[in-house]
């Protein structure tokens, strides 16, 4: 899922997903927190990512990430070839609850459908609780 399907933005950050994050990923949040982990996915999820032996202040991770978290990540998988899980049915799920949330406090089905993209006829589908993916 891409920023464009579900901003991960705005995703209510009271609500906690590294209960159902693989393992890597979970390793991952309890290191960088819930935006850490959701900016790696954005941005390679589904993909191996070759982490340095040493931080750099030039690495693509620094630029994405931050001084301070991309060298505290570099540190601990020093090294490693590391597979971002795509995580699409986390955030689906996310996106749902929230898309929920939203309705209930008033937010039009016609509004939530241009927010995330969605077709009118999916939002209410989330909103009925059916399952389409």
């Known amino acids: ?22 393992p890597t990923l979970r390793e991952i949040h309890d290191l960088l927190g819930r935006q850490g ?6 941005r390679y999820g589904g993909t191996h990512v070759h982490v340095p032996r040493r931080w750099r202040d030039d690495h693509e ?7 301070e978290p991309a060298a505290r990540f570099i540190r601990h998988f020093a090294g490693v070839r590391l597979y971002i899980a795509k995580m699409d049915a986390v955030l689906r799920a996310a996106r749902d609850a929230e898309i ?12 939530l459908a241009q927010k995330y993209r969605l077709s009118e006829r999916r939002v209410w589908s989330i909103l009925k609780g059916v399952d389409g993916g």
């Open 100 to 111: 929920r949330k939203l309705y209930d406090s008033g937010v039009s089905a016609a509004r």
């Open 1 to 22: 899922m891409t920023a464009a399907a579900c901003d991960l933005s705005t995703l209510d950050s009271s609500r906690p997903i590294a209960w159902r994050l693989p």
């Open 61 to 67: 991770l620094t630029a994405l990430l931050g001084r």
């Open 37 to 42: 982990t959701l900016t790696l996915v954005e």
